[in-house]
């Protein structure tokens, strides 16, 4: 016979939301963003690869191919305003990925990321050297945001 398991905890169901799979950078705080680009996660071996698949764990976690190209001008904007507007409504950030996907012109929101991952091949990483910044001035304009908050002079950061 079968046992039945009842695990008794709500589940997420979402629809599947086809087109480019995108996320969107933003740096800085409310009154002084530092960069906002939104950059498409490809594969460098099939450019539609996320058109129609999930982006995974597996994909980002174990795979080489996995790359970031900017989009920024695909959204209107007004997309871009109401994208900032929202980030800026949450009050103090420094820093937050908003994951979503991109189709016919118009951005769908899939999640909010406000601990997103900063690792050198991140796509912050990506999207600060797209404008020639390194990966230091990437992780300098996040701390200046948190420092100013609290008040800490960032001179205490930089070396002389």
Do not use: W
């Not at 920024?72 to 871009?80: A, E, M």
Request: net charge negative; with cysteine.
């Amino acid at each position: 016979s079968k046992q039945q398991v009842l695990f008794r905890q709500p589940i997420i169901v979402e629809e599947f939301v086809s087109g480019s799979e995108v996320c969107i950078c933003i740096v800085g705080s409310p009154g002084n963003i530092k960069m906002f680009e939104v950059m498409e996660v490809t594969s460098e071996k099939d450019e539609t690869f996320f058109f129609n698949r999930l982006y995974t764990a597996k994909d980002k976690h174990h795979s080489d191919s996995v790359v970031h190209k900017r989009i920024t001008d695909k959204l209107n904007p007004g997309q871009k305003e109401n994208i900032l507007a929202m980030y800026k409504a949450l009050g103090k950030m420094d820093f937050m990925r908003v994951d979503g996907r991109v189709k016919d012109g118009q951005f769908t929101l899939i999640e909010l990321t406000p601990d997103g991952y900063l690792g050198s091949d991140s796509s912050f990483a990506d999207a600060y050297r797209y404008h020639g910044k390194s990966y230091e001035t990437l992780l300098c304009d996040i701390i200046h945001s948190a420092s100013t908050y609290y008040q800490i002079p960032y001179s205490n950061y930089i070396k002389n």
